[in-house]
């Protein structure tokens, strides 16, 4: 009974901006991090960014300093604020959320993914 919306993919050029959000709704009471990955043709999906509820955040080494990552925990939406952005930046991207369902269990969610293309 959850879904994720991502929404604000598209194509931009070398050095250009992209704001990714991604809404949750349905049955989810708490949620503990939420999160980016993306994937590229032929490659693993990989952590772009994630923060956790507190508000810690974690980027991957090679969006440090471009990306941003944020969240509205009222809203239960998470945001990416992607700039300088890089042609190796072309993957589809991903939401995540981690929904808390015990003391220690919790639940993965996956957004159905929006595509980012950097290209001139």
């Known amino acids: 009974q959850v879904q994720l919306v991502e929404s604000g993919g598209g194509l931009v050029q070398p050095g250009g901006s992209l704001r990714l959000s991604c809404a949750a709704s349905g049955s989810i009471f708490s949620i503990d991090a939420m999160g980016w990955y993306r994937q590229a043709p032929g490659k693993e999906r990989e952590l772009v960014a994630t923060?956790?509820?507190?508000?810690?955040?974690n980027y991957a080494d090679s969006v440090k300093g471009r990306f941003t990552i944020s969240r509205d925990n009222a809203k239960n939406t998470v945001y990416l604020q992607m700039n300088s952005l890089k042609p190796e930046d072309t993957a589809v991207y991903y939401c995540?959320?981690?929904?808390?369902?015990?003391?220690?269990?919790?639940?993965?969610?996956w957004g159905q993914g929006t595509q980012v293309t950097v290209s001139s």
């Open positions: 995540n959320v981690v929904a808390r369902r015990g003391l220690i269990r919790t639940i993965d969610y």
């Open positions: 923060i956790t509820s507190g508000g810690s955040t």
